[in-house]
């Protein structure tokens, strides 16, 4: 886990990924293959990491696979799959829910307080999901992109919780939320 690396095989830099010297990228699930040359391959082999962490640093089980080209393909779309492309659906899933609450605003007007809440949440909780994608680069520092995520799950909860006291009528909701 951290905010950039370089990967170096015998002193020659294979590539890197993340942002390496500032620390601004959220790569912490993503996976990065780097193609070793035959040419590079000695006797005796020397893999280094230069990891840049401003705020955690650790390495969980098996983070790191040396396999041969077939076997890192499979597993770096496994790990895409899961992550990009499941996040990506549930972003498009929360903007038609969105786009319906919308609609039945426009159309309820005795409604509006609840669907504008459960709108609401659904925003935060679009947010809070940007923390599965990877960010090569952001624009702000890791720390404010992690509080902005936070926050985000936090105002989640408040509004869901909004729009379930009013629609129950019941004051326990919106006080747990």
Wanted: glycine share 6%; proline share 2%.
């Amino acid at each position: 886990d951290s905010q950039g690396y370089r990967v170096w095989w015998n002193g020659f830099l294979l590539g890197l990924t993340g942002d390496p010297n500032n620390g601004n990228a959220n790569i912490w699930n993503c996976s990065h293959n780097f193609i070793i040359d035959q040419s590079l391959i000695e006797e005796n082999n020397i893999l280094e990491l230069e990891i840049h962490a401003k705020y955690d640093l650790g390495i969980f089980d098996n983070s790191i696979i040396i396999t041969d080209a077939k076997n890192a393909t499979r597993l770096s779309d496994k790990n895409e799959f899961f992550s990009t492309h499941m996040t990506f659906l549930s972003l498009g899933m929360t903007l038609f829910a969105m786009i319906i609450i919308v609609v039945m605003i426009i159309l309820k007007a005795q409604k509006r307080v609840e669907l504008f809440g459960l709108m609401m949440a659904l925003i935060f909780i679009s947010i809070y999901s940007l923390d599965y994608l990877c960010f090569e680069f952001l624009p702000i520092s890791y720390l404010l992109f992690k509080k902005i995520i936070m926050l985000s799950l936090f105002l989640a909860l408040l509004f869901s919780g909004i729009a379930l006291s009013k629609s129950l009528n019941l004051k326990l909701p919106l006080i747990i939320a």
